[in-house]
């Protein structure tokens, strides 16, 4: 018989305790396991210390999909014990596998295998933004990363803009922490003052901050410190 795979959340913050966002019953999975698939090595083993999972993690065995895994043979590589009978667990560096996440390119193998997949209950950074915004969670979708470029990045704010003006469907995006105060100077140079912008900074996390005003009234606030920080900022 085929593994199962468990596609396993984590918390998006690293100040958060694994078992104030994560529901019980998931550590019992978690324990069963002894092979991890996962975006970073480093980051899984200091998650899985912090979460007290039964096994000794130096027992464990881990194997990364990120950004520089090639589509094809390697993604086949990491099922193979899965279609030897061993179940994994498929961590994401925050939140929950296959979200913004290269981890759904192991899920869409393991359908095309006929493996069993099981997504755990967990934190989603888009799915608590949006609950927590007050903008449209009727109609809602996730974007991405935005250019780069900042006359692209500019382009790409106003068709996001238009979109939600025209549909009334929220419009969500993330940035590299690194450049989330350089984004968020450009929103409120381009986007026009009447339009709702809601930003989220540390979801989970003791100092988590969630607002949403008109782009006229960010003009007039203190702005959230959002360098370095995970964040998520949506248009309405």
């Known amino acids: 018989m085929n593994g199962t795979l468990y596609l396993l959340p984590c918390p998006i913050s690293d100040e958060t305790d694994p078992w104030e966002v994560l529901p019980a019953a998931n550590r019992t999975v978690m324990d069963a ?13 200091r998650f899985l210390s912090k979460a007290g999972i039964a096994r000794p993690i130096d027992m464990l065995e881990f194997r990364e999909l990120n950004e520089h895994t090639t589509r094809g043979s390697e993604v086949e590589s990491l099922i193979e014990p899965l279609l030897q009978g061993r179940s ?4 994401s560096e925050a939140g929950v596998p296959g979200v913004a996440d290269p981890g759904a ?22 799915i608590l933004a949006m609950m927590a915004s007050g903008l449209n969670g009727q109609s809602f ?3 991405g990363y935005l250019p780069v470029k ?3 990045r500019a382009r790409a704010i106003r068709f ?3 979109r939600a003006r025209a549909e009334g469907q929220s419009q969500l995006f993330i940035e590299a922490p690194y450049r989330n105060a350089k984004l968020l100077e450009q929103l409120l140079q381009t986007l026009a003052p009447e339009t709702q912008l809601g930003i989220a900074v540390d979801l989970t996390a003791p100092n988590a901050f969630v607002e949403t005003h008109t782009v006229a009234e960010w003009r007039r606030r203190t702005l959230p410190e959002s360098n370095k920080r995970p964040a998520i900022f949506l248009i309405g």
């Open 160 to 162: 996001f803009e238009r």
């Open 141 to 143: 979708a996730f974007n």
């Open 150 to 152: 900042p006359p692209e």
């Open 105 to 126: 390119w192991v899920v869409e193998a393991c359908h095309r295998h006929g493996i069993r997949v099981v997504p755990l209950v967990g934190p989603s950074s888009i």
């Open 88 to 91: 994994a667990g498929v961590l």
């Open 33 to 45: 396991l002894d092979y991890f698939i996962v975006e970073n090595t480093r980051t899984a083993r």
